[in-house]
């Protein structure tokens, strides 16, 4: 292990540990406000069924939150923490924000290479079905942890589900 990235990193996740909670109940009951007072989200630009799902989970503040927490729970998983040895975890956030964002209805800026590019060096090192599964738990739990709606993280996760085969290179 490296401490002269694992120390930054430590401390970048404490910090978030921290701070992180007191956003994510705020965006949490935004969510709920929103999905509970539709004569509220009508006041709104859009409208629930226009509303993108990036809209409907609280927009860029969500999907920072988001990100922050799932790689918390990812690089505290012992049986994917591997895949993700030597990753600059700052640009690996970045790229996943982006491609969230994007899938979820939000601003096009993902400029990375597509699924099976990405991931063919991973399938080298054994990437597999279980190893996919245990990175959707991770988005699962993360979804719910920051209070989305079960129909959203239904939606999310299906996405999510799509690009198996590309990840896994078949």
Do not use: C, W
């Given at each position: 292990m490296h401490f002269d990235t694992f120390i930054p990193a430590f401390i970048l996740f404490a910090v978030i540990g921290l701070i992180l909670p007191i956003v994510l109940s705020n965006i949490a009951e935004k969510?709920?406000?929103?999905?509970?007072?539709?004569e509220a989200?009508?006041?709104s630009p859009a409208t629930a069924e226009e509303a993108s799902v990036y809209e409907q989970i609280g927009g860029a503040a969500a999907v920072d939150a988001a990100v922050d927490v799932f790689y918390r729970r990812v690089l505290a998983?012992?049986?994917?923490v591997h895949f993700f040895e030597g990753v600059d975890m700052e640009k690996q956030a970045a790229k996943q924000n982006a491609f969230l964002t994007m899938v979820m209805g939000g601003?096009?800026?993902?400029?990375?290479?597509?699924?099976?590019?990405?991931?063919?060096?991973?399938?080298?090192?054994?990437l597999n079905d279980t190893h996919f599964d245990h990175?959707?738990?991770?988005?699962r739990a993360t979804l719910a942890e920051l209070g989305v709606p079960e129909n959203l993280i239904q939606t999310i996760i299906g996405v999510a589900e799509s690009t198996r085969d590309d990840v896994l290179n078949r």
């Amino acid at each position: 292990m490296h401490f002269d990235t694992f120390i930054p990193a430590f401390i970048l996740f404490a910090v978030i540990g921290l701070i992180l909670p007191i956003v994510l109940s705020n965006i949490a009951e935004k969510g709920r406000n929103f999905t509970q007072e539709p004569e509220a989200a009508a006041d709104s630009p859009a409208t629930a069924e226009e509303a993108s799902v990036y809209e409907q989970i609280g927009g860029a503040a969500a999907v920072d939150a988001a990100v922050d927490v799932f790689y918390r729970r990812v690089l505290a998983d012992a049986y994917v923490v591997h895949f993700f040895e030597g990753v600059d975890m700052e640009k690996q956030a970045a790229k996943q924000n982006a491609f969230l964002t994007m899938v979820m209805g939000g601003p096009h800026n993902y400029t990375g290479k597509d699924m099976r590019e990405g991931h063919k060096h991973l399938v080298k090192m054994g990437l597999n079905d279980t190893h996919f599964d245990h990175i959707l738990m991770h988005l699962r739990a993360t979804l719910a942890e920051l209070g989305v709606p079960e129909n959203l993280i239904q939606t999310i996760i299906g996405v999510a589900e799509s690009t198996r085969d590309d990840v896994l290179n078949r």
